[in-house]
């Protein structure tokens, strides 16, 4: 037997000759019909491969010896910069009371003059230059009993207001607003801490801690360590003349652990459908407003703070998960705000959830919200405090397409394949109804 008839034995697509086809109106009108639904569907199919989505996927952190920067954004309307401290600590041994770095205090304008900026001081853990500088080199100021700093001006002498107030916190001794002290009397600390009684402060900036659990806490006056404990000159915040004194209300701005995930993440993040928690908030905090008129009163915030990658499509898998968010300058001399963003656009942050807990300095029960099982202890430090746990479990979100090339291409077969057979169906229908109809008419 011939090849060509072995083959066409084989043949699953018969075909009919031209003169026993039928071609009706109804036949037309059900193929246009077909070839819009099809074009409809496959622009569907192709937009849906085009689509990026998120998959999220949990794993164990198994990072060590990581920095972790938490930038921050906060008001406090009725209280000056000049009392405010920044204070992180953590379980490392690691304290650094009086943080500054890469912080901004902005000094505000009284709330009854609509609380705006007047001036903006940025600060740092290690300043160079110092105040005092204008004075005789031969100058060297007393410092009143206390040990001289080790970081003054000059060995063995506290030149200026700034360094005698250091040298008392080194002993644990209050300082207040400086009477009877030379130095600030020459700088004036005394007057220009009153000018500044009713305004307002806003801390903003971030800092760079160790990667493990710590606080850090914005409290009132010069801190330092007495003994095991950590405690506040807090004189010049409770000795106000200030009506009312000054109070701890606060509105949190922003408070991220990590940096911020650009908008276009975000909307990939939380527009996933079959996952409906992802579009709560991933910084809780932010927004938040407490009001009090108490200045012996304490904020605690307790944060769980969850690693979280973002890795976009067609990063390279081979360089390994530790290849996330990192970069090529070294981590010492990145500046704050660039850590965790890495060059292939990989990002390395964290998400955290929160629990708070306000209580009066004075003792009591929180009868006047409803709750007069609630007992409180009585002393303590004012301010808001940020007690931060890290989480040993990590979430990955990498970016992937929704469908893969095969599976398109597969969709597209079906919707072909499956809309001309469905048109054949109904033009079959049609065409054997009209004829039964026309049929008995003629009957």
């Not at 500044?196 to 903003?204: L, N």
């Not at 304490?298 to 499509?313: A, D, E, H, R, W």
Request: aromatic share 8%; net charge negative.
């Amino acid at each position: 037997m011939p090849v060509k008839s072995r083959f066409t034995r084989l043949d699953a697509f018969t075909k009919t000759v031209e003169d026993a086809r039928v071609r009706t109106t109804s036949g037309g009108i059900v193929t246009i019909a077909s070839l819009i639904i099809i074009l409809y569907l496959i622009w569907g199919e192709w937009t849906d491969y085009r689509q990026i989505v998120v998959h999220p996927e949990l794993v164990v952190d198994k990072g060590r010896g990581e920095r972790m920067e938490i930038h921050l954004n906060i008001t406090f309307p009725r209280i000056p910069c000049e009392l405010l401290t920044l204070d992180v600590m953590d379980v490392s041994g690691e304290q650094q009371t009086g943080v500054a770095h890469g912080v901004n205090k902005i000094r505000l304008s009284p709330v009854s003059d609509g609380g705006q900026a007047i001036d903006t001081k940025p600060l740092d853990l290690n300043p160079t230059e110092k105040g005092g500088a204008h004075l005789d080199p031969d100058y060297c100021g007393e410092c009143y009993g206390a040990p001289s700093p080790p970081n003054g001006l000059k060995a063995g002498c506290c030149n200026t207001c700034d360094e005698v107030r250091e040298a008392y916190a080194s002993v644990s001794w209050a300082f207040g607003r400086g009477e009877n002290v030379e130095q600030c009397e020459r700088e004036h600390y005394g007057e220009h801490l009153d000018e500044q009684r009713r305004e307002g402060c806003r801390i903003e900036g971030g800092i760079r801690v160790n990667k493990v659990v710590g606080n850090f806490h914005i409290a009132p006056g010069r801190s330092f360590s007495n003994g095991n404990m950590h405690v506040h000159d807090l004189q010049n915040f409770f000795n106000s003349p200030v009506e009312g004194g000054h109070t701890f209300s606060h509105e949190i701005h922003q408070l991220n652990f990590g940096p911020q995930l650009p908008e276009y993440v975000t909307e990939r993040l939380t527009s996933n459908v079959a996952l409906p928690w992802t579009r709560e908030r991933m910084n809780p905090l932010d927004g938040t407003k407490q009001e009090t008129d108490e200045p012996s009163f304490n904020y605690m915030y307790f944060v769980k703070v969850v690693s979280t990658s973002y890795i976009p499509l067609g990063w390279d898998a081979s360089k390994g998960l530790s290849s996330i968010g990192q970069s090529d300058i070294p981590a010492e001399l990145m500046p704050i705000g660039a850590q965790g963003r890495g060059a292939d656009g990989s990002i390395e942050t964290h998400q955290y959830s929160v629990t708070s807990h306000k209580r009066s300095l004075s003792g009591g029960n929180d009868a006047s919200e409803g709750h007069k099982e609630r007992m409180h202890a009585h002393g303590g430090i004012p301010g808001v405090f940020f007690s931060y746990d890290i989480s040993p479990m990590k979430v990955i979100n990498h970016e992937e397409r929704s469908k893969s090339l095969s599976a398109f291409l597969t969709g597209i077969c079906a919707i072909i394949g499956g809309t001309l057979t469905v048109a054949a169906a109904i033009d079959r229908g049609v065409y054997e109804g009209a004829t039964r109809i026309k049929k008995l008419h003629q009957g």
